[in-house]
T-cell receptor, first 110, second 116 residues
Framework: GENVEQHPSTLSVQEGDSAVIKCTYS??????FPWYKQELGKRPQLIID?????GEKKDQRIAVTLNKTAKHFSLHITETQPEDSAVYFC?????????FGAGTRLAVHP | DAGVIQSPRHEVTEMGQEVTLRCKPI?????LFWYRQTMMRGLELLIY????????DSGMPEDRFSAKMPNASFSTLKIQPSEPRDSAVYFC??????????????FGSGTQLSVL
């Protein structure tokens, strides 16, 4: 079935360091790969997304890379700040249905 | 736009009772999704609708769960009878549909359900 593996499940970094989260997906037909951030007690919110015809996309301190051959995509956060602390979910899909990874709990320590 | 609106925010009920969760999608969004979030299973897609028609309900756990979308601005997820293992946060989400920018999924604030 459709599934996505997300690693690591927890990540602890010092403020100012970089954080990388990686996901591997199963469906080669997928063409849409978003990342969501969920703060404690709140809804998941879209932070960045990438489509299959693009290999990399950046938005300020956040970047996503996609390797369709290997079926994996990664989230890169540079110059991390305490407010980046949250759970991050990758997702993949196409034809309107999104399947989510298990999430990565990121803790940024001052 | 007010975003996706869900009610109630919190629901506490006893095992065996009927529970109804409500959702109003963003105006103009043709797709509506119901997700369930638990620590053990993460974010699970239960069912989704396109233009008020259920497209895929393969994620609905069992016959105790049912969902309807009588019109473009309202959907319900019903659990009857409820069980303690149904305790979770239930999110409703909506999107415009396929194509660039249209697949962005917007979530409601969720309903925290506790079944005692």
């Amino acid at each position: 079935g459709e599934n996505v593996e997300q690693h690591p499940s927890t990540l602890s970094v010092q403020e100012g360091d970089s954080a990388v989260i990686k996901c591997t997906y199963s469906d080669s037909a997928s063409n849409y790969f978003p990342w969501y951030k969920q703060e404690l007690g709140k809804r998941p919110q879209l932070i960045i997304d990438i489509r299959s015809n693009v290999g990399e996309k950046k938005d300020q301190r956040i970047a996503v890379t996609l390797n369709k051959t290997a079926k994996h995509f990664s989230l890169h956060i540079t110059e991390t700040q305490p407010e980046d602390s949250a759970v991050y979910f990758c997702a993949f899909g196409g034809y309107n249905k999104l399947i989510f990874g298990a999430g990565t709990r990121l803790a940024v320590h001052p | 736009d007010a975003g996706v609106i869900q009610s109630p925010r919190h629901e506490v009920t006893e095992m065996g009772q009927e529970v109804t969760l409500r959702c109003k999608p963003i105006s103009g969004h043709d797709y509506l999704f119901w997700y369930r979030q638990t620590m053990m299973r993460g974010l699970e897609l239960l069912i989704y609708f396109n233009n008020n028609v259920p497209i895929d309900d393969s994620g609905m756990p069992e016959d105790r769960f049912s969902a309807k979308m009588p019109n473009a601005s309202f959907s319900t997820l019903k659990i009857q009878p409820s069980e303690p293992r149904d305790s979770a946060v239930y999110f409703c989400a909506s999107s415009r549909g396929s194509g660039t920018e249209n697949e962005k999924l917007f979530f409601g604030s969720g309903t925290q359900l506790s079944v005692l």
